[in-house]
């Protein structure tokens, strides 16, 4: 499975953005997607992630009832909507696919190691 995330970029306090993942390759195989990021100074940390099948959602503490991850299974796409942005959300962006299914619905915060899959990254700055 590859992975490109688009959507990053320049963004003022409190406004919203999109970021969105698109996925290629055998991408059947997916059980969840998760959004993940790793700010200036900041080990890398996962903020979203969203079981394909089902639809099931975990959200970190940090960005509860701010951002939203949704999917459209037609195009092997995964959104990841940011409102009422903070500074503190500075970060690249990256998507990563649990082919294992590790966690999945999720329950929990995801761990790294549980992705095995990841694309480039995207930049969102916050100012």
């Known amino acids: 499975v590859q992975l490109v995330e688009s959507g990053g970029g320049s963004v003022q306090t409190g406004g919203s953005h999109r970021l969105s993942c698109t996925a290629s390759?055998?991408?059947?195989?997916?059980?969840?997607m998760g959004w993940f990021r790793k700010g200036p100074g900041k080990e890398r940390e996962g903020v979203a992630v969203?079981?394909?099948?089902?639809?099931?959602?975990y959200y970190a503490d940090s960005v509860k009832g701010r951002f939203t991850i949704s999917q459209d299974n037609a195009k092997n796409t995964v959104y990841l909507q940011m409102n009422s942005l903070e500074p503190q959300d500075t970060a690249m962006y990256y998507c990563?696919?649990?082919?294992?299914?590790?966690?999945?619905?999720?329950?929990?915060?995801?761990?790294?190691?549980?992705?095995?899959?990841w694309g480039q990254g995207t930049q969102v700055t916050v100012s």
């Open positions: 990563a696919a649990d082919i294992q299914g590790w966690d999945c619905p999720p329950t929990r915060a995801p761990r790294l190691y549980e992705y095995t899959n």
């Open positions: 390759g055998y991408t059947f195989s997916r059980r969840c």
């Open positions: 969203i079981s394909v099948g089902g639809g099931s959602t």
